[in-house]
């Protein structure tokens, strides 16, 4: 540990030293985000922490999943992930989101992601689809980093991930096309199309990419198509209607010490909404229609010298639901929201034989939710905001759960933020938990958490250099857990979460062609979870000189537990990426990428190396 982490700071040094003779530049940082509190707010009078990342940031290393960017770049969040591309579903799966400890690799249903806030989860398995976190649809992501279930109910128990599509505001046309290819035979392809002619607008993305992987038994392929309508009604409404549709095989090499033979996943995944937003000086609001569904069939394969299976595990969930809110003031520097959420999920699923095509029934079951809530966002003084949220969540079958929230904002001389808020989250048990396989059981109470957090920020160097810092203490209870009662594998409420921790971040705009950026997280946990490291660790810089770039990123990460237990497992790590862009014409890009440089051996997801160091190569084209 000590040898990786004197690596890191050596290249920190030689990253930091020689940029910090250059003269600084002012740098403009985008404050307004709508995660948290469903309207457009200045992040500065919010007591809860929000992490923005643009589209610029998103792309600058011509990833085609928003994950590892993330991971990079959101302190306290981490990501699961098992090759280069791909992280399909069921035994093995990556893509698990964590954040400060909370969340999870089983049932990866603790982190609430949002497309546009429309909640994007599978109906039966209640976790999001990690493959479905395209790059290509983002205008930017914003990441709420601890508990938001007082806005968005179940599942924000550990924070939330908001991407925002992206918007064309000016009459006029925008293409962008991308083809890459490297190690391992992966290809990676992308167009979008972005148009706006007077009142309407739109934008069409597609989206291909494979890999035969780095083990046997690991190829990956997957379509995306990704179309938005928008039409001004008035000045002041908006109507929007959007459908995504994704299909992947996956195939799943298992572990490397117990590999398998013919694990496949044929996944199709859709959603789509409509909605009709209204935004007046001193109000704003919407209320949306959505409806995700899902196909998942699955061969859970066999070991080397086993039996090949004879049926496959097959299931059509569906999430349907409208969500309403509307913001006003009710007297000067209040802005109140009333908002209801109504949602309808669940599915069917089943065995079905491989030559009959016979099925056998393991559950089909829906359920209901809905919740009604209140967030009040008061400006008590010139240096002073309140929050205070309540919201009332009934699901059909664990019963009513009330959620508090509350917290202040102070805006000090010298460009200092302070901030404190007391949150709760809670996650409902999902139809797998209550109904499905073995470990099924009805009587689960919903997981909750209690979130403590005082935050620091500020601006410095005229406004070239913004820092940050959190304090986090979470408790909580009835976390599920599979034990065994009578010898009998059950879902059960036991465990207890109790996590404490620091997340420190840093950006520094140098000059016009420099710019440096940094975060680190400290988590303690007196009951590790999986995916859920104790240090986290990122430095990152981008330089610019006429048409050439140059991106380089170094993560470390050291007490991941891949397993926990009597023999858990840890990994400890260093990665470096870096990526070159040469802009040959204001059409067309050049750009090579390499990752895990350093050829780091090392593993998170438990069995499943992941591969050295992997290159990649292409062009962009935009018109």
Same mark, same amino acid.
């Given at each position: 540990?000590?040898?990786?982490?004197?690596?890191?700071?050596?290249?920190?040094?030689?990253?930091? $030293?020689?940029?910090?003779?250059?003269?600084?530049?002012?740098?403009?940082?985008? !404050?307004?985000?709508?995660?948290?509190?469903?309207?457009?707010?200045?992040?500065?009078?919010?007591?809860? %922490?929000? =992490?923005?990342?643009?589209?610029?940031?998103?792309?600058?290393?011509?990833?085609?999943?928003?994950?590892?960017?993330?991971?990079?770049?959101?302190?306290?969040?981490?990501?699961?992930?098992?090759?280069?591309?791909?992280?399909?579903?069921?035994?093995?799966?990556?893509?698990?989101? %964590?954040?400060?400890?909370?969340?999870?690799?089983?049932?990866?249903?603790?982190?609430?992601?949002?497309?546009?806030?429309?909640?994007?989860?599978?109906?039966?398995?209640?976790?999001?689809?990690?493959?479905?976190?395209?790059?290509?649809?983002?205008?930017?992501?914003?990441?709420?980093?601890?508990?938001?279930? &007082?806005?968005?109910?179940?599942?924000?128990?550990?924070?939330?991930?908001?991407?925002?599509?992206?918007?064309?505001?000016?009459?006029?046309?925008?293409?962008?096309?991308?083809?890459?290819?490297?190690?391992?035979?992966?290809?990676?392809?992308?167009?979008?199309?972005?148009?706006?002619?007077?009142?309407?607008?739109?934008?069409?993305? +597609?989206?291909?990419?494979?890999?035969?992987?780095?083990?046997?038994?690991?190829?990956?392929?997957?379509? =995306?198509?990704?179309?938005?309508?928008?039409?001004?009604?008035?000045?002041?409404?908006?109507? $929007?209607?959007?459908?995504?549709?994704?299909?992947?095989?996956?195939?799943?090499? @298992?572990?490397?010490?117990?590999?398998?033979?013919?694990?496949?996943?044929?996944?199709?995944?859709?959603?789509?909404?409509?909605?009709? %937003?209204?935004?007046?000086?001193?109000?704003?609001?919407?209320?949306?229609?959505?409806?995700?569904?899902?196909?998942?069939?699955?061969?859970?394969?066999?070991?080397?010298?086993?039996?090949?299976?004879?049926?496959?595990?097959?299931?059509?969930?569906?999430?349907?639901?409208?969500?309403?809110?509307?913001?006003?003031?009710?007297?000067?520097?209040?802005?109140?929201? +009333?908002?209801?959420?109504?949602?309808?999920?669940?599915?069917?699923?089943?065995?079905?034989?491989?030559? %009959?095509?016979?099925?056998?029934?393991?559950?089909?079951?829906?359920?209901?939710?809905?919740?009604?809530?209140?967030?009040?966002?008061?400006?008590?003084?010139?240096?002073?905001?309140?929050?205070?949220?309540?919201?009332?969540?009934?699901?059909?079958?664990? @019963?009513?759960?009330?959620?508090?929230?509350?917290?202040?904002?102070?805006?000090?001389?010298?460009?200092?933020?302070?901030?404190?808020?007391?949150?709760?989250?809670?996650?409902?048990?999902?139809?797998?938990?209550?109904?499905?396989?073995?470990?099924?059981?009805?009587?689960?109470?919903?997981?909750?958490?209690?979130?403590?957090?005082?935050?620091?920020?500020?601006?410095?160097?005229?406004?070239?250099?913004?820092?940050?810092?959190?304090?986090?203490?979470?408790?909580?209870?009835?976390?599920?857990? +599979?034990?065994?009662?009578?010898?009998?594998?059950?879902? =059960? !409420?036991?465990?207890?979460? /109790?996590?404490?921790?620091?997340?420190?971040?840093?950006?520094?705009?140098?000059?016009?062609?420099?710019?440096?950026?940094?975060?680190?997280?400290?988590?303690?946990?007196?009951?590790?979870?999986?995916?859920?490291?104790?240090?986290?660790?990122?430095?990152?810089?981008?330089?610019?000189?006429?048409?050439?770039?140059?991106?380089?990123?170094?993560?470390?990460? &050291?007490?991941?537990? =891949?397993?926990?237990?009597?023999?858990?497992?840890? /990994?400890?790590?260093?990665?470096?990426?870096?990526?070159?862009?040469?802009?040959?014409?204001?059409?067309?890009?050049?750009?090579?990428?390499?990752?895990?440089?350093?050829?780091?051996?090392?593993?998170?997801?438990?069995?499943?190396?992941?591969?050295?160091?992997?290159?990649?190569?292409?062009?962009?084209?935009?018109?």
């Amino acid at each position: 540990m000590r040898k990786r982490l004197a690596i890191f700071c050596t290249f920190a040094s030689m990253a930091t $030293m020689p940029l910090c003779a250059q003269v600084a530049d002012s740098i403009l940082l985008e !404050n307004v985000v709508v995660t948290g509190t469903r309207h457009e707010v200045d992040v500065r009078h919010l007591p809860m %922490t929000v =992490t923005t990342l643009s589209h610029e940031q998103l792309s600058e290393h011509h990833r085609s999943s928003i994950l590892t960017t993330l991971n990079e770049q959101v302190p306290g969040l981490f990501t699961t992930s098992r090759g280069m591309m791909g992280y399909g579903v069921s035994n093995g799966s990556a893509g698990a989101f %964590t954040m400060r400890g909370v969340g999870g690799s089983s049932p990866n249903a603790g982190m609430l992601v949002l497309i546009d806030g429309v909640p994007q989860y599978a109906g039966i398995f209640g976790h999001a689809i990690a493959d479905a976190c395209q790059t290509m649809m983002a205008e930017r992501v914003e990441v709420l980093r601890g508990p938001a279930s &007082a806005l968005y109910g179940s599942n924000a128990m550990g924070g939330v991930v908001n991407i925002v599509t992206r918007q064309m505001k000016q009459d006029g046309s925008k293409s962008e096309a991308q083809l890459s290819a490297g190690s391992y035979g992966t290809v990676q392809t992308e167009w979008v199309q972005r148009l706006r002619k007077g009142k309407f607008s739109s934008i069409v993305g +597609l989206n291909y990419g494979r890999t035969d992987g780095h083990r046997a038994n690991n190829e990956f392929e997957q379509y =995306t198509g990704f179309v938005k309508f928008g039409y001004d009604l008035s000045p002041h409404w908006r109507a $929007m209607a959007d459908v995504d549709v994704t299909h992947f095989d996956a195939s799943n090499p @298992g572990e490397e010490a117990n590999s398998l033979i013919d694990n496949d996943q044929r996944v199709t995944r859709g959603m789509a909404s409509v909605n009709l %937003t209204n935004h007046y000086e001193a109000s704003s609001g919407a209320v949306c229609a959505y409806y995700n569904w899902g196909h998942h069939d699955v061969n859970d394969g066999y070991n080397v010298g086993g039996t090949p299976r004879t049926s496959h595990y097959m299931h059509d969930d569906l999430m349907a639901g409208v969500s309403a809110y509307q913001s006003f003031p009710l007297f000067t520097g209040n802005r109140t929201t +009333l908002g209801v959420d109504w949602t309808h999920f669940g599915g069917r699923a089943w065995n079905e034989d491989c030559v %009959t095509h016979a099925e056998s029934l393991i559950a089909d079951k829906t359920e209901d939710e809905l919740a009604a809530y209140v967030n009040i966002d008061q400006q008590v003084t010139d240096w002073m905001s309140l929050n205070a949220a309540l919201r009332v969540d009934y699901h059909t079958q664990v @019963g009513t759960e009330w959620v508090p929230q509350g917290g202040l904002a102070f805006h000090l001389p010298n460009e200092i933020e302070l901030k404190a808020v007391v949150s709760k989250g809670f996650r409902n048990p999902t139809i797998r938990e209550m109904y499905m396989f073995p470990p099924q059981n009805p009587d689960l109470k919903p997981e909750r958490t209690l979130n403590y957090e005082v935050a620091y920020k500020q601006t410095l160097l005229d406004g070239n250099l913004h820092v940050g810092a959190n304090l986090f203490y979470i408790s909580g209870e009835n976390l599920i857990m +599979l034990l065994r009662e009578n010898g009998k594998p059950l879902n =059960t !409420n036991i465990d207890e979460v /109790e996590n404490c921790g620091l997340e420190l971040s840093a950006d520094y705009r140098l000059s016009s062609h420099w710019q440096l950026n940094a975060n680190y997280s400290l988590l303690h946990m007196e009951y590790p979870v999986i995916a859920a490291p104790e240090h986290k660790a990122y430095l990152g810089a981008h330089t610019r000189y006429g048409s050439f770039s140059l991106s380089t990123g170094l993560q470390y990460v &050291a007490g991941l537990h =891949t397993s926990v237990g009597d023999k858990g497992t840890e /990994e400890e790590f260093l990665l470096w990426n870096l990526t070159a862009n040469y802009r040959v014409s204001p059409f067309l890009t050049f750009f090579a990428k390499g990752e895990n440089l350093l050829a780091q051996r090392y593993e998170v997801n438990y069995g499943f190396p992941m591969p050295k160091a992997t290159f990649m190569g292409g062009v962009k084209l935009e018109w």
